[in-house]
């Protein structure tokens, strides 16, 4: 059964840091493009970071840029999200996807044929 498992969510203060993983699992992520979303309560999925298949170019959202950073480990088939200086508005539910059809990452959710279950992340003091 091909899919993606969250973890690294939690509770944290504003400025604090949270590593997301993003764990394979019956197909490797080494060849494809991930990408990591957030959804906050009544608001639509967003994309925060993807690194492509080809080359591993990587992209982030505006919001995030300077804070974030996106990365891979083949021989763990993970893909992670390094976060800090974590804000409030950063509190969301955040998902990894698979987009096994294009060589470079986009943030269009139509894009993204595989989810994981997501992970929660608040920030609050």
């Known amino acids: 059964q091909e899919q993606l498992v969250e973890s690294g969510g939690g509770l944290v203060r504003p400025g604090g840091s949270l590593r997301l993983s993003c764990v394979a699992s019956?197909?490797?992520?080494?060849?494809?493009?991930i990408g990591w979303f957030r959804q906050a309560p009544g608001k639509e999925r967003e994309g925060v970071s993807c690194?492509?298949?080809?080359?591993?170019?990587?992209d982030f959202a505006d919001s995030v840029k300077g804070r974030f950073t996106i990365s891979r480990d083949n021989a763990k088939n993970t893909v992670y999200l390094q976060m800090n200086n974590l804000k409030p508005e950063d509190t969301a539910v955040y998902y990894c996807?698979?987009?096994?059809?294009?060589?470079?990452?986009?943030?269009?959710?139509?894009?993204?044929?595989?989810w994981g279950q997501g992970t929660q992340v608040t920030v609050s003091s």
């Open positions: 690194i492509g298949g080809y080359d591993g170019t990587t």
């Open positions: 019956g197909f490797t992520l080494d060849r494809y493009s």
């Open positions: 996807a698979v987009d096994r059809f294009r060589d470079w990452c986009t943030f269009h959710v139509y894009e993204y044929d595989t």
